[in-house]
């Protein structure tokens, strides 16, 4: 069974950075496609950005373009989400998900086949 663990999550700033990381066991991660996705409060969960099972290929949400920057890192089944500039919007709880299809780009939630519970983030203005 897959589990995903996000951490890295808390109160920051605006204007300020966190890292989040998802950790990923009982699988194979190089064969994942992995995602990060959002939910604010009152709002539906978006797509923040996604990376390729290779790493070669990174996909981002326009809120998120030029200023976060997902990557992965195989030799720790682990994938982490740098976020820069932050603002009080981005305020949400961050999720992360992993897609095992063949043609998968872990841009939709509902098309992963293994997701996390989430880690808060809270930016002050």
């Known amino acids: 069974q897959v589990r995903l663990v996000e951490s890295g999550g808390g109160l920051v700033q605006a204007g300020g950075s966190l890292r989040l990381s998802c950790s990923v066991s009982?699988?194979?991660?190089?064969?994942?496609?992995m995602g990060w996705f959002r939910q604010a409060p009152g709002k539906e969960r978006e797509f923040v950005a996604s990376i390729s099972r290779s790493g070669d290929r990174a996909y981002y949400e326009r809120f998120a373009e030029g200023r976060w920057t997902i990557s992965r890192d195989d030799a720790k089944n682990t994938v982490f989400l740098q976020m820069n500039s932050l603002k009080p919007e981005d305020t949400a709880v961050y999720y992360c998900?992993?897609?095992?299809?063949?043609?998968?780009?872990?841009?939709?939630?509902?098309?992963?086949?293994?997701w996390g519970q989430g880690t808060q983030v809270t930016v002050s203005s």
């Open positions: 998900a992993a897609d095992d299809r063949p043609l998968g780009r872990a841009t939709v939630w509902a098309r992963c086949t293994s």
């Open positions: 009982g699988g194979t991660f190089n064969m994942y496609a």
